[in-house]
């Protein structure tokens, strides 16, 4: 059974910085694009950050030059570095690869 842990969110100021997680019990995140979204309270899900097989990288407009998707195959783990944080991304962050989801990890503005 796949599984896909986040971690790293928590209270962040405007302007603060964020890195999270997303760790995997296999190689799974090495075969296959992985995505993060985000869902904010009474809004759809957004899709904020693309790294495919190849490491190619894709970010909406929302976020780009603020986020960063990376990976570690060694660690079976992707990041999301996320820099000068805004209000509006307050958010629960999926992890989310083939038909796997996490649990999700909250950030929240603290202002």
């Known amino acids: 059974q796949v599984q896909l842990i986040e971690s790293g969110g928590g209270l962040v100021q405007p302007g603060g910085s964020l890195k999270l997680s997303c760790v995997a019990n296999?190689?799974?995140?090495?075969?296959?694009?992985v995505y993060w979204y985000r869902r904010a309270p009474g809004k759809e899900r957004e899709l904020v950050a693309t790294?495919?097989?190849?490491?190619?990288?894709l970010y909406p407009d929302s976020v780009k030059g603020r986020f960063t998707i990376s990976r570690d195959n060694a660690k079976n783990t992707v990041y999301l570095q996320m820099d000068n944080l805004q209000p509006t991304d307050t958010a629960v962050y999926y992890c989310?690869?083939?038909?796997?989801w996490g649990q999700g990890t909250q950030v929240t503005d603290s202002s």
């Open positions: 790294i495919t097989s190849g490491g190619h990288t």
């Open positions: 296999g190689r799974i995140l090495s075969a296959y694009a």
């Open positions: 989310n690869c083939y038909y796997y």
